[in-house]
């Protein structure tokens, strides 16, 4: 299909809404379409293939693709990974686990007023989604994004916001 350009046939398009959660796997060929607004969690990788570009320019030129190496590693027809999501209601606050793995836990928690949450992580990637208030007496609003170290011991989160955090 890659070979004879029969991209229809190779790529399914799903239908997305905000606050979709999305687990991409390995060998799962995907893109993102213009005017999509999406927040990136993922282990470090320093290998990415270029299979197709939509014909873009850079410089006046078609980008290098990398057809070979990704029909090596492309897990074709894909099957998106099941998994169950689970919220748990808190004092001040919501955490819905969207995914927990070998490699990292992502959740998103939703504050309303004040809400105090104990660390026990190695550290926490924060990114505000929506909404603002304070942690720690910082201000934070959507768009802010932080790393709390091992060091801070409780959250004190103030305000309305969702968050995606992520750890390992």
């Given at each position: 299909?890659?070979?004879?350009?029969?991209?229809?046939?190779?790529?399914?398009?799903?239908?997305?809404?905000?606050?979709?959660?999305?687990?991409?796997?390995?060998?799962?060929?995907?893109?993102?379409?213009?005017?999509?607004?999406?927040?990136?969690?993922?282990?470090?990788?320093?290998?990415?293939?270029?299979?197709?570009?939509?014909?873009?320019?850079?410089?006046?030129?078609p980008r290098e693709l990398h057809i070979e190496k990704?029909i090596d590693v492309i897990n074709a027809p894909f099957?998106?990974?099941?998994?169950?999501?689970?919220?748990?209601?808190?004092?001040?606050?919501?955490?819905?686990?969207?995914i927990k793995c070998e490699y990292y836990t992502v959740?998103?928690?939703?504050?309303?007023?004040?809400?105090?949450?104990?660390?026990?992580?190695?550290?926490?990637?924060?990114?505000?989604?929506?909404?603002?208030?304070?942690?720690?007496?910082?201000?934070?609003?959507?768009?802010?994004?932080?790393?709390?170290?091992?060091?801070?011991?409780?959250?004190?989160?103030?305000?309305?916001?969702?968050?995606?955090?992520?750890?390992?």
């Amino acid at each position: 299909m890659i070979h004879g350009g029969r991209w229809n046939e190779l790529i399914r398009e799903i239908p997305i809404k905000k606050g979709d959660f999305f687990q991409i796997e390995p060998g799962c060929l995907h893109a993102i379409k213009g005017g999509t607004v999406i927040l990136e969690t993922q282990q470090s990788s320093d290998i990415t293939y270029l299979v197709y570009d939509y014909d873009r320019l850079q410089n006046g030129k078609p980008r290098e693709l990398h057809i070979e190496k990704s029909i090596d590693v492309i897990n074709a027809p894909f099957t998106p990974p099941a998994f169950k999501r689970t919220v748990t209601e808190k004092n001040g606050y919501t955490t819905e686990q969207l995914i927990k793995c070998e490699y990292y836990t992502v959740e998103k928690i939703t504050t309303s007023g004040k809400a105090e949450i104990n660390m026990g992580k190695s550290f926490l990637n924060v990114s505000v989604i929506s909404g603002s208030g304070t942690v720690n007496g910082t201000s934070i609003k959507k768009g802010s994004n932080f790393i709390v170290p091992s060091t801070c011991k409780k959250l004190v989160l103030e305000g309305n916001a969702e968050l995606i955090v992520s750890y390992v």
